[in-house]
Nanobody
Framework: QVQLVESGGGLVQAGGSLRLSCEVS????????MEWYRQAPGQQRELVAL???????NYADSVKGRFTISLDNAKNTGYLQMNSLKPEDTAVYYC??????????????WGQGTQVTVSS
């Protein structure tokens, strides 16, 4: 079993920064792929960023140039650095290990989510 715990969310003014962390524990040798999603009230969950251990990185167009995804396998932790935040970035942010979708395991795993609120 694998557990993911996000942290680092909070309330910030527009233009500010936050760094989200996703700590992974359990039966996982290394983090080979991690995704960050977000879901705003009344909206569908959207993929924000993806990183693989092969250093493939993709971002949603809405966050390119502002958000940076990274991995630290020594700490079993992934990060999402969010700069120049906008009110439209307000959402619950989730990290995910899509092991089944990438044929790396038998299941996909999700964290519990962390709230990010950006005031104007």
């Amino acid at each position: 079993q694998v557990q993911l715990v996000e942290s680092g969310g909070g309330l910030v003014q527009a233009g500010g920064s936050l760094r989200l962390s996703c700590e992974v524990s359990g039966r996982l040798y290394r983090i080979n792929v991690m995704e960050w999603y977000r879901q705003a009230p009344g909206q569908q969950r959207e993929l924000v960023a993806l990183i693989t251990s092969g250093r493939t990185i993709n971002y949603a167009d809405s966050v390119k140039g502002r958000f940076t995804i990274s991995l630290d396998n020594a700490k079993n932790t992934g990060y999402l650095q969010m700069n120049s935040l906008k009110p439209e970035d307000t959402a619950v942010y989730y990290c995910s290990l899509p092991l089944a979708r990438y044929a790396l395991g038998s299941a996909d795993y999700w964290g519990q989510g962390t709230q990010v609120t950006v005031s104007s």
